[in-house]
């Protein structure tokens, strides 16, 4: 069954189309919207759905893409998504986004730091979702965990793709007492793990 409303597909879509020139017309790695794939959306929304996620929180919203599908989750839960964008000119194009896409009012994008984010955040976490620059993932790593709830989910992106950049951030992470989980062999890598009651 299809759970995605005709306007965020046609939104996806168009994100997809964007981030599928810019891996091949020369635009610097750093302005490219480097979205994850449909099928780790679909993921996503499953694992969302399958814990009733309605807390979400995004840290790397890019141009909305991923959002779109944890809004779609957090929709169907009555819930909410708090994304995270540092890039002024990503955080514009999410707005824009979430507008077109109308799931303005399920998520809440916050252009500032995410790790500085979620330590203000406060409130229990259903699920984490990281995908940011891969030099910051060991940072936010204890601050993720820290506001995930007893059972809540933290995801983190990458981590085939990025395997040597990421290789002290996955023996943090399958080692933190805190969390049991495995990496995924779905799209780029998915770190799945959950926080241990």
Do not use: C
């Not at 810019?22 to 750093?30: A, F, H, K, L």
């Not at 730091?113 to 910051?136: N, R, S």
């Not at 992106?157 to 395997?163: G, K, Q, R, T, V």
Request: proline share 4%; glycine share 8%.
């Amino acid at each position: 069954m299809d759970l995605v409303p005709e306007s965020v597909r046609t939104v996806m879509a168009e994100l997809q189309a964007i981030d599928a020139v810019d891996r091949i017309d020369g635009t610097p790695q750093s302005a490219r919207l480097r979205a994850i794939s449909a099928e780790v959306g679909q993921f996503l929304l499953t694992l969302a759905l399958s814990i009733r996620a309605t807390n979400i929180v995004e840290v790397g919203t890019s141009g909305g893409y991923s959002t779109l599908w944890l809004a779609v989750a957090a929709s169907r839960l009555g819930g909410r998504v708090t994304t995270f964008e540092i890039d002024a000119a990503k955080a514009a194009l999410a707005r824009d986004t979430f507008r077109r896409a109308d799931v303005e009012t399920i998520v809440d994008l916050r252009e500032a730091d995410g790790g500085a984010g979620l330590l203000d955040f406060g409130a229990p976490v259903d699920m984490v979702f990281l995908d940011i620059e891969k030099h910051d993932y060991v940072r936010l790593l204890d601050i993720a965990v820290g506001v995930l709830r007893p059972s809540g989910l933290f995801v983190a992106d990458n981590l085939i793709s990025h395997a040597d950049e990421l290789v002290d951030f996955r023996a943090r992470a399958l080692s933190d007492p805190r969390l049991t989980g495995l990496v995924v062999p779905i799209g780029t890598g998915e770190l799945v793990a959950v926080r241990l009651p």
